[in-house]
């Protein structure tokens, strides 16, 4: 749907838009900080280890990417986005 304001359903877009936007704020915690921190809430809210990843790299590659002292490559961000269903840009 456009943005027609004066199609029939748009003032019914704009509630439902409205609905979403408040129930998202009182129930979807936004994740802040770094992009590992970001890892790190993700791994805590789905009772993940660092050996629960293997795909992302070795344990090691994982520490310091945890501990910021390495940053995320293109191909651990596609990874990461779409294991736990978020945007990419929450990695970057």
Same mark, same amino acid.
């Given at each position: 749907? %456009?943005?027609?304001? &004066? ?10 838009? =409205?609905? /979403?936007? +408040? ?23 789905? %009772?993940?280890?660092? &050996? ?10 994982? =520490?310091? /990417?945890? +501990? ?25």
């Amino acid at each position: 749907m %456009d943005e027609n304001e &004066s199609h029939p359903l748009a003032s019914l877009m704009e509630t439902l838009g =409205s609905l /979403i936007e +408040s129930y998202e704020v009182q129930n979807i915690p936004e994740i802040e900080g770094s992009p590992s921190d970001t890892l790190k809430a993700l791994m805590q809210e789905h %009772d993940l280890k660092q &050996s629960d990843l293997p795909e992302i790299g070795s344990q090691g590659v994982i =520490s310091e /990417i945890l +501990s910021g002292k390495r940053q995320f490559n293109v191909r651990q961000i596609k990874l990461l986005s779409k294991r736990f269903n978020v945007s990419p840009a929450v990695f970057m």
